[in-house]
């Protein structure tokens, strides 16, 4: 049933019964038993042409996930005000693996376009919010992916694991992650960590710009004060750096009127 589920995705969101079983790699007839089986459930639903989406269920037992729809509700409020902003694309992701997981994006109406929608997946390097977690993430993960292999989008995308490993302990210092030109060649996001209660970073936020505008310095502290927002919102509060983590604890914020 699982192979069945996974052979949608959002280049796919939209199969036949013989393309899942092709996709999935079961038999015509083990396919047509589980697809029904699915279907019956609700994690799968029929259309007039006969092509199998998604179900509305499945996308119900989806949103009790703690990092998805619970994470993106805090962050929301967050995310519209950063939105406001700077009226460019605002994302939100987590980390899978060694992918992020975008699981919120506002679209700015003039934006830069860009290659991410709710759901998607792309490599921790290749991207601000990856970069963001990947240089909060366990030092083991951080020297296991440095080692690569790296995959290049652009010219521009960091392919050199001993560059990585510098780029991360530059977002360690800063408390942002600026990725340029890295995904395509004219946007560059700027993106910072959010913590969760304890301090554990659990998610990133970031804006994506066009390369050429050069406001990147001028994004650093609302993107901060989002992530900042969100990570309060979660129950983190401000504290001294943690002995021998490395990793940097920014000063509480001016109180609220």
């Given at each position: 049933m699982l192979s069945v589920l996974a052979a949608f995705d959002h280049e796919h969101p939209a199969l036949c019964l013989t393309d899942i079983s092709r996709r999935a790699g079961l038999s015509l007839t083990t396919t047509?038993?589980?697809?029904?089986?699915?279907?019956?459930?609700?994690?799968?639903?029929?259309?007039?042409?006969?092509?199998?989406?998604?179900?509305?269920?499945?996308?119900?037992?989806?949103?009790?996930?703690?990092?998805?729809?619970?994470?993106r509700q805090a962050a929301l409020p967050y995310l519209e005000d950063l939105y406001e902003a700077t009226h460019e694309n605002v994302q939100m992701a987590v980390r899978d693996g060694a992918e992020v997981v975008y699981i919120e994006w506002l679209s700015g109406r003039s934006a830069v376009g860009v290659r991410i929608q709710v759901g998607a997946r792309w490599p921790l390097h290749a991207t601000g919010v990856g970069l963001a977690l990947l240089a909060h993430g366990d030092p083991?993960?951080?020297?296991?992916?440095?080692?690569?292999?790296?995959?290049?989008?652009?010219?521009?995308?960091?392919?050199?694991?001993?560059?990585?490993?510098?780029?991360?302990?530059?977002v360690r210092r800063t408390g942002v992650a600026v990725s340029s030109r890295q995904v395509t060649d004219d946007a560059v996001s700027v993106a910072a960590p959010v913590r969760r209660a304890g301090g554990a970073v659990?998610?990133?936020?970031?804006?994506?710009?066009?390369?050429?505008?050069?406001?990147?310095?001028?994004?650093?502290?609302?993107?901060?004060?989002?992530?900042?927002g969100i990570s309060r919102a979660l129950g983190w509060q401000p504290g001294p750096p943690a002995g021998g983590t490395g990793v940097a604890v920014p000063p509480p914020a001016a109180p609220e009127p």
């Open positions: 047509h038993r589980l697809v029904g089986a699915l279907t019956g459930w609700g994690a799968l639903e029929r259309d007039e042409d006969g092509a199998y989406h998604v179900g509305l269920r499945l996308w119900e037992l989806a949103a009790l996930a703690p990092r998805g729809l619970a994470l083991a993960l951080q020297e296991s992916y440095c080692r690569g292999p790296l995959v290049a989008f652009t010219p521009y995308t960091i392919a050199d694991g001993e560059r990585l490993r510098r780029e991360l302990a530059e659990v998610a990133a936020v970031s804006v994506v710009v066009p390369w050429h505008d050069g406001g990147v310095p001028a994004l650093v502290p609302a993107v901060r004060l989002a992530a900042r």
